[in-house]
């Protein structure tokens, strides 16, 4: 099913292709706290994800905790999807489930039988066999997590903000409709096309599920994003599983990072899906280039540069992220390179070759103006301080024994690189924050030169200080003074009562986002009934920054502004500029030019800023507008012509 969309061509414009249909995927009004709705995601995800990464090396895993192997074989799924898109669509083969699994399962239970395959599964799996109870302690820290999610968000209608959340869900539509990740038929009528590329290996990802899950695109890339946020703390266990620690603070360390109430859940406040995929595949990435490193082989190059291409595809921003994760990787273990031309040449075409859109066309356009100086990210030093400290926690206490944490650390030699490079990134968002001096705005480029998400790269790090800080207070009480029973008990006391009061913060930082979803269960109920009205077609008409955007997936009708870019049609007018003219120039000047299938005009009094624009109350009175359907924030209009009036 797909939004009633037609594909036409003429002298100026392309319109978008789709099959014509009113409704397109589940979408019930309150998504998150509906059961049925996750089970059909998470065994979309299970086809589509997981089992062709289990078949190529989950399967021969033997001694990480399962819950870790299962996470690993789904990272190699999220790494594959994205490159049979990219591959494929040029030649009319791309995101269609018929066409993608198939091909993947076959060649990956195939490949899967190789000892290619196991040696690829031995380099990425633990050297000791792991304890039962590791296992059970992430399913814990997810459950806390997912618990976060589900208590925040509960009674969400969509995702917050009508700008990255919208763009990644118009995206995941665009691909769903289109079957491909080819820019020039994703974008096109009427919306028109952003001024910069775009990497679509996440929207790709999104699509496919929402097509064997049933689920609406929109729902399927937010469920993918919360997901990956929720999962989060067992591929951070991957990365700090190297790192020769003992199991117990690595135990303690995911339990903290799940409860952290900076990162991962602000991703979620701005709709910074891209940012949580990408945080998800940093591990298994810089796994894969730690043993590329040290084991310079044809084989492991196409691995590391296979994830390495990837990952640009789906969010490059995180590629320098997986590379000091690597490094620290390498600097704990000394560990020297190996310089086999034939693997290291491998590693750089495979990189090259799967990262090639997004190294040739998306990185040189941000380069060269994509990314703004962002002054207005310049922070307070008081304000730099308090959302640096919050990494560590909300509460005194825990913020206390983070500090702590620092310090031991950099006494304890095994801690001691962790400790360096989360003081470095402490000083380089401290100097960006504050002087935007060049050398903090040259490292962290990447980032978009935003304090914010410099921070979040502190996730790798500041929890498992916490629970290196926390298993070194427990050793030092010897059992001699205190009995192991009462140990245990005070211990637990200690953890819950730094852990638990956390996640209610999270909970809460969710829940006060709902002003950036100006979108709710009567607005839900009025978009449905729009597709009765505006037919397969026709057009909608709609403002900047309002629900409509959400609306238009509700309705399964086109809408001119889906996403909070600013979008130019082939004649390089904006839809900003058509929907000014329109709005300012009625009656007559502002229908010159307007596309004939421009036949409604949606208008919601909901916003997720100030007022303004054009509201209910002024087209209520204005003759170019007749009311066609009014519900309790929005009404759609049907837009008079002259000659119709």
């Known amino acids: 099913m797909g939004l009633g969309w037609i594909r036409a061509r003429n002298d100026d414009e392309r319109e978008s292709a789709a099959p014509v249909d009113s409704m397109q995927g589940v979408m019930p009004v309150q998504p998150i706290t509906d059961l049925a709705l996750w089970l059909r995601f998470l065994s979309g995800s299970a086809v589509v994800l997981w089992l062709p990464g289990y078949l190529l090396a989950g399967r021969h895993m033997r001694f990480r905790p399962a819950p870790t192997r299962h996470v690993i074989s789904a990272s190699i799924g999220l790494v594959l999807l994205p490159l049979w898109a990219q591959f494929m669509s040029p030649f009319g083969l791309g995101v269609r489930p018929l066409q993608y699994l198939p091909a993947v399962l076959i060649a990956t239970a195939a490949i899967g039988t190789t000892e290619i395959a196991r040696r690829l599964a031995g380099a990425i799996d633990a050297e000791e066999p792991s304890a039962p109870w590791e296992g059970a302690t992430l399913v814990a820290a997810v459950a806390l997590g997912m618990g976060a999610i589900v208590a925040g968000f509960g009674e969400f209608v969509v995702p917050p903000t009508t700008h990255d959340a919208a763009n990644h869900a118009f995206m995941t539509l665009r691909v769903t409709e289109t079957g491909t990740v080819l820019a020039s038929e994703v974008f096109g009528a009427p919306h028109g096309a952003p001024s910069l590329p775009y990497a679509m290996g996440q929207h790709a990802i999104a699509s496919m599920l929402a097509q064997v899950s049933g689920l609406a695109p929109y729902l399927s890339v937010w469920f993918l994003a919360l997901s990956t946020v929720a999962l989060l703390p067992i591929c951070l266990s991957i990365a700090w599983s190297e790192w020769r620690l003992p199991a117990a603070t690595i135990a303690l360390a995911v339990l903290f990072a799940a409860a952290n109430p900076y990162v991962p859940s602000r991703l979620l406040w701005w709709g ?12 298994i990435s810089a796994l894969l280039l730690d043993r590329f490193w040290s084991n310079a082989t044809v084989e492991s190059g196409i ?24 490094l620290t990787t390498i600097l704990l273990h000394r560990r020297p ?9 491998t590693f750089i075409g495979t990189g090259g070759v799967c990262g090639w859109h997004f190294l040739t066309a998306v990185l040189p356009s941000y380069l060269s103006g994509g990314i703004k100086q962002g002054d207005g990210f310049i922070e307070t030093l008081a304000m730099t301080g308090e959302h640096t400290v919050s990494v560590f926690g909300t509460w005194p206490s825990l913020q206390a024994v983070g500090l702590f944490a620092v310090g031991l650390g950099l006494y304890e030699k095994r801690m001691r690189i962790p400790t360096l490079f989360t003081l470095a990134i402490v000083l380089v968002v401290t100097t960006l924050a504050l002087w935007r001096d060049p050398i903090s705005e040259l490292l962290t480029t990447p980032y978009y030169r935003q304090p914010e998400r410099v921070r979040y790269q502190l996730i790798f790090f500041v929890p498992l200080l916490i629970g290196f ?15 192991r029973m009462s140990r245990v008990i005070v211990a637990l006391g200690v953890v819950s009562a730094l852990l638990l009061p956390e996640l209610p913060q999270i909970a809460k930082g969710y829940e006060t986002k709902k002003t950036l979803a100006p979108f709710g269960p009567a607005d839900f109920e009025h978009a449905q009934k729009i597709a009765d009205y505006v037919q397969p077609g026709e057009w909608v008409l709609n403002q900047f920054f309002d629900g409509s955007s959400w609306a238009m997936h509700i309705s399964g009708r086109p809408f001119l502004v889906p996403t909070g870019w600013l979008l130019r049609d082939l004649r390089g007018r904006s839809n900003k500029k058509i929907l000014q003219r329109v709005l300012r120039g009625m009656p007559l000047k502002g229908l010159d030019g307007l596309d004939k299938r421009f036949r409604y005009l949606y208008v919601s009094d909901l916003r997720t800023g100030r007022p303004h624009g054009f509201t209910r109350a002024r087209a209520d009175k204005h003759p170019s507008f007749e009311e066609v359907l009014v519900g309790k924030h929005s009404t759609l209009y049907r837009i008079l012509r002259p000659d119709e009036r």
């Open 272 to 283: 910074l899906f891209g940012n949580a995929i990408g945080l998800f595949l940093v591990p």
């Open 303 to 326: 691995a590391a540069g296979a994830a390495c291409g990837s990952l640009m595809l789906i969010h490059g921003s995180e590629l320098p992220t997986a590379g000091l994760i690597a």
């Open 337 to 345: 390179p190996e310089w086999n031309a034939a693997g290291w040449a």
């Open 469 to 483: 800080a926390l298993h070194w207070i427990w050793i030092q009480v010897k059992a001699e003074t205190w009995p």
